[in-house]
C-alpha cells in the first residue's frame, strides 16, 4: 500500500514528506538537511529545534524536528541558536564561583521567558534565582532533563544565558562526586586502550574512522 503524502513548508520551500515520517526525515530526503542542524537525532541535544506553525489554527509551537512528525500544511521554520563555548567546570563548585564565572546571573530581570519558552518544562527562572542563593544541588537536579535547546538563552533580554550556568553546575557538581572504585578499575582497564584510540582518531583517514565509528556503534566497544 502506498504512503499518504502530505506537504509541508520548512523555510519557505514546499517539499512532499511521507505521512508518519519526521520532518529531519523528509528534508534528508528531499535533499534539504543543511536547512536544520541535527546532532543526536533522538531527542536529547537539542540541535534540531524548529518553530512550528499549523495549517487548522492551532497555536504555534517550539518542537524537535528529529522527533515530530509531520502534517499536511505543517510550516516549519528552523531555530538557529549559535553554539557557545561553555566555560569548564570546576571541582566543588560554590556560589561564588559560579558567580565569578558568569556575572550574567545576577541580571536576571524575573520577567519568567525562559520558563515559558523551555519544550521541557524547567523552571528556569525559579533555577536562575536558586543560582543566585547557591543552592546548586536544587539547580542541577532542575536542569536535568534539559535538552540544550538554547530557547531559554535566545529568549532572555537580559542575557543571562540560563541554560550555559545549569549546565556548568551539572557538571561541576557531577565530576565533584568521587567514585574510587570505578575510577582506579577504569584508569587500569582503559588508559592504553584510550590512548591508542585517540592516535587512531587523530592520524587514520576518514575512511578508517568511519569504519571504526560503525563498528563502535555495533560493538559498543573500541577494537583496536
Ligand atoms: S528570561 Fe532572562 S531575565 Fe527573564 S527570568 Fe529568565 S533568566 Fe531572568
Ligand atoms: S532549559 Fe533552556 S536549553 Fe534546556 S530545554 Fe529548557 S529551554 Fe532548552
Ligand atoms: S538532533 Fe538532537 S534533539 Fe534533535
Keep these: 500500500m502506498e504512503t499518504k503524502k502530505v506537504n509541508i513548508t520548512v523555510a519557505g520551500k514546499t517539499i512532499q514528506a511521507r505521512e508518519g515520517e519526521t520532518i529531519i526525515h523528509a528534508l534528508w530526503q528531499s535533499g534539504l538537511g543543511h536547512e536544520i542542524q541535527t546532532g543526536c537525532v533522538g531527542g536529547v541535544c537539542g540541535a534540531c529545534t524548529v518553530t512550528l506553525r499549523f495549517a487548522d489554527g492551532r497555536q504555534g509551537s517550539t518542537d524537535l524536528a528529529c522527533l515530530r512528525p509531520v502534517e499536511e500544511g505543517m510550516e516549519v521554520f528552523p531555530f538557529p541558536v549559535d553554539a557557545l563555548a561553555s566555560p569548564p567546570p570546576v571541582s566543588d563548585p560554590n556560589e561564588d564561583q559560579l558567580r565569578a564565572t558568569f556575572p550574567t546571573v545576577d541580571r536576571c530581570t ?24 547557591g543552592q546548586l544541588e536544587a539547580v542541577a537536579e532542575d536542569f536535568t532533563t534539559c535538552i540544550h535547546c538554547g530557547l531559554c538563552r ?39 586502550r584510550e590512548e591508542l584510540e585517540w592516535e587512531h582518531l ?23
Design 154 to 192: 535566545a529568549v532572555c533580554e537580559d542575557k543571562v544565558l540560563p541554560h550555559t550556568m545549569g549546565i556548568w553546575v551539572r557538571r561541576s557538581l557531577g565530576m565533584s562526586v568521587d567514585h574510587p572504585v570505578l575510577d582506579q578499575a577504569s584508569k587500569a582497564e582503559m588508559s592504553d
Design 110 to 133: 524575573k520577567c519568567d521567558n525562559c520558563t515559558i519558552a523551555c519544550p521541557m518544562g524547567i523552571p528556569v527562572m525559579d533555577s536562575v534565582l536558586r543560582m543566585q542563593k
Design 202 to 224: 587523530l592520524n587514520c583517514d576518514d575512511e578508517e574512522r568511519l569504519k571504526r565509528a560503525k563498528n563502535f556503534r555495533k560493538e559498543g566497544t573500541i577494537v583496536l
